[in-house]
């Protein structure tokens, strides 16, 4: 009889495919714009005027529609008043917007 049992072999890893990654990542960061954006007590319109941007782009981000870009991530932290912190993951958690130290 051939074959094994699933508690006796462990499946080889399999390669994390980019695409998940990066829609995990644009999810990330939505959140986390959501989250300071509400935290300051901010509409999207208003956050949208500070950041030079449209309330339908603040929408997208925020819904996980727009991949985070070193550029956007400086422009939103501007209109944020805060700095971005990163970790080495891509889930929920791993980006977010920090109040400037007082």
């Known amino acids: 009889m051939t074959g094994h049992h699933t508690r006796w072999v462990r499946p080889q890893e399999q390669p994390e ?12 960061f939505g959140k986390a714009l959501y ?17 030079g941007l449209t309330a339908d782009e603040i929408e997208c981000i925020e819904e996980g529609g727009t991949p985070p870009t070193v550029a956007l991530l400086r422009l939103l932290a ?6 971005v912190r990163l970790t080495a993951g891509h889930d929920l958690g791993s980006v977010w917007f920090e109040a400037h130290a007082a």
């Open 78 to 83: 501007a209109a944020l008043d805060a700095d």
């Open 17 to 28: 495919d980019p695409e998940r990654i990066a829609i995990r990542e644009s999810l990330a």
């Open 35 to 51: 989250d300071r954006r509400n935290e300051l007590g901010l509409s999207v319109p208003e956050l949208a005027e500070r950041a």
